[in-house]
C-alpha cells in the first residue's frame, strides 16, 4: 500500500490532485477532511419560551428520578 498525503488550502470547489505514476491503472480510496474547524461569523442565540406559555408552567420535582431508569430505556 502507498499513501500520499497533501496539504493544500482550498480555495474553489474543485480540487485537482497529481499522483504518482504506481497510482495510475489502481483503485484508491480518497478521502478529503478538514483540518481546522468552521467557526460560525454569528454567536449562538439563546432560545427563549414561547410568550403565551410564561407562567403557566410549573415545575412539580425531579421527573427523571420519580421512574425506574428501565421506564426510560436508559441502561
Known amino acids: 500500500m502507498q499513501i500520499q498525503r497533501i496539504l493544500q ?3 474553489t470547489q474543485n480540487l485537482v490532485i497529481q499522483v504518482p505514476e504506481s497510482f495510475v491503472n489502481r483503485q484508491v480510496e480518497i478521502l478529503v477532511i478538514t483540518l481546522d474547524e ?9 432560545r427563549v419560551p414561547p410568550q403565551q406559555l410564561a407562567g403557566r408552567v410549573k415545575e412539580k420535582g425531579d421527573v ?10 436508559i441502561h
Open 9 to 11: 488550502t482550498v480555495d
Open 64 to 73: 427523571i428520578s420519580s421512574v425506574p431508569a428501565e421506564d426510560w430505556g
Open 38 to 46: 468552521y467557526a460560525p461569523n454569528s454567536p449562538q442565540r439563546r
